[in-house]
């Protein structure tokens, strides 16, 4: 079956920090890729997408790319702000509706 | 516009009683999903609607949880004789519609019931 696994966190940070948060996955066929955030308190979001291979998803600052051959997709973010302090799961989509999530990582940054 | 919305926020019950959980999906959204998250873990698919029907429960834990929805609106998610594994954060999410056209049928999730089992 399919399956996500990232980095796990916490993560702290100092605010204009560099970010990386590695995803990898497994999948039969060509899933699309996502990363979601979860503020405190807030449900989740979708930040950023990419639906096939060497698709660059962006967005707020944050980038990820769909790398087939390594089956990764790392979030980064070259500059962080505080309030950027969120839970960030990576996920896929096989050939169905149903997401498969990575466990979540926590991201602090302070001032 | 209104996102999903849920309710309750926070629900503590006793092991063996049983729980209702409401999700209000965005307005004309044909989907909708269950997912559970538990502590330390990612979150976990339930149970999907089309519409009024299930055609897909395979996600539910046990026989003790079921799911329904009515006027392709209002979805319950209840679980009967509860149980201190039960304890998790459950998030509904809806899409315009269902399948793996990208874009269209982003699923959009409410801010979750967070259940308690003592």
């Known amino acids: 079956g399919n399956s996500v696994t990232q980095m796990e966190g916490p993560v702290t940070l100092s605010e204009e920090a560099f970010l990386t948060i590695n995803c990898t996955y497994t999948?039969?066929?060509?899933?699309?890729l996502f990363w979601y955030v979860q503020y405190p308190g807030e449900g989740l979001q979708l930040l950023l997408k990419?639906?096939?291979?060497?698709d660059k998803g962006s967005n707020k600052g944050f980038e990820a790319t769909y790398r087939k051959e390594t089956t990764s997709f790392h979030l980064e973010k070259g500059s962080v702000q505080v309030s950027d302090s969120a839970v960030y799961f990576c996920?896929?989509?096989?050939?169905?509706?149903?997401?498969?999530f990575g466990k979540g990582t926590l991201l602090t940054v302070n001032p | 516009g209104a996102g999903v919305s849920q309710s309750p926020s926070n629900k503590v019950t006793e092991k063996g009683k049983d729980v209702e959980l409401r999700c209000d999906p965005i307005?004309?959204?044909?989907?909708l999903y269950w997912y559970r998250q538990r502590l330390g873990q990612g979150l976990e698919f339930l149970i999907y609607?089309?519409?009024?029907?299930?055609?897909?429960k395979s996600g539910l834990p046990s026989d003790r949880f079921s799911a329904e929805r009515t006027g392709e609106s209002v979805s319950t998610l209840t679980i009967q004789r509860t149980q201190q594994e039960d304890s998790a954060v459950y998030l509904c999410?809806?899409?315009?519609?269902?399948?793996?056209?990208?874009?269209?049928?982003?699923?959009?999730f409410g801010p979750g019931t967070r259940l308690t089992v003592t």
């Open positions: 996920a896929l989509r096989g050939s169905n509706y149903k997401l498969t």
């Open positions: 609607f089309q519409g009024n029907s299930a055609p897909d």
């Open positions: 307005s004309g959204h044909t989907a």
């Open positions: 999948a039969t066929g060509y899933p699309s």
């Open positions: 990419a639906t096939k291979a060497d």
């Open positions: 999410a809806s899409s315009l519609r269902s399948g793996s056209i990208s874009g269209v049928y982003e699923q959009y």
